[in-house]
């Protein structure tokens, strides 16, 4: 999704500017909060615990993004829709009053076109991942965020692509609806035995993207 709009509102207006450190939370699920959150630098998670406490992540955001468009543009507080951590060690965001916001959405054609969007984009993800994790198996989501991963945060190596960023078993089971880390681990151990992908001080290689898409029903 193109970020000229939003690019251009934040470098128009002095926003307030916070830094939140890694494994800290912007906000969490539930609770009240009064601002929108755009994403400056850093890279931060999105996610939603259950009933029974279980964490199911959503997505990666690694570039200028709104992080937190909240429901009921008319109320100064509104509840989280998730929970925002930072995963990179640093994440730095622009912190704008909700209502204000909403005012300027509202008088801007050009960043009103670009919230449509982020709805949405957010809206065809939710659609594309559940067929994902529902037609895949679990080997398939596996694979399925991998190829999010490489999206995200693929790198060119020799003989592959490095994704430039550790993710634990734990994570991608908790984005895969996987039940256990040990279960993902197994997966990547046959990925890695079929030469799809090596392991390198805790970094995923992707060796034969081919193979990755071969268990992915798109």
Same mark, same amino acid.
């Given at each position: 999704m193109k970020s000229e709009a939003l690019s251009d509102y934040v470098e128009q207006h002095a926003f307030s500017i916070i830094t939140k450190?890694?494994?800290?939370?912007? +906000?969490?699920?539930?609770?009240?909060?009064?601002?929108?959150?755009?994403?400056?630098?850093?890279?931060?998670? +999105?996610?939603?615990?259950?009933?029974?406490?279980?964490?199911?992540?959503?997505?990666?955001?690694?570039?200028?993004?709104?992080?937190?468009?909240?429901?009921?543009?008319?109320?100064?507080?509104?509840?989280?829709?998730?929970?925002?951590?930072?995963?990179?060690?640093?994440?730095?965001?622009?912190?704008?009053?909700?209502?204000?916001?909403?005012?300027?959405?509202?008088?801007?054609?050009?960043?009103?076109?670009?919230?449509?969007?982020?709805?949405?984009?957010?809206?065809?993800?939710?659609?594309?991942?559940?067929?994902?994790?529902?037609?895949?198996?679990?080997i398939g989501a596996v694979c399925t965020h991998l190829y999010t991963l490489y999206e995200l945060f693929g790198v060119p190596v020799e003989n592959g692509h490095k994704i430039d960023f550790i993710v634990t078993n734990e994570e991608i089971a908790r984005f895969c609806g996987v039940t256990s880390a040990s279960s993902v681990n197994r997966m990547l151990q046959q990925l890695k035995a079929a030469g799809a992908i090596d392991i390198e001080e805790r970094y995923i290689v992707i060796r034969n993207l081919a193979l990755i898409q071969e268990n992915i029903i798109l």
């Open positions: 450190e890694k494994k800290k939370y912007l +906000t969490y699920e539930g609770i009240q909060d009064s601002f929108v959150y755009i994403l400056k630098e850093g890279i931060v998670k +999105t996610s939603l615990i259950s009933k029974d406490g279980r964490e199911f992540n959503l997505e990666y955001i690694n570039r200028l993004d709104i992080v937190s468009l909240l429901r009921d543009e008319y109320s100064q507080f509104t509840n989280a829709p998730f929970n925002i951590r930072v995963e990179s060690e640093v994440a730095v965001l622009y912190k704008i009053d909700r209502v204000q916001f909403w005012k300027d959405v509202n008088s801007k054609p050009e960043l009103q076109a670009h919230v449509k969007d982020y709805y949405r984009m957010r809206l065809l993800k939710a659609i594309k991942r559940m067929q994902q994790m529902l037609m895949n198996g679990k």
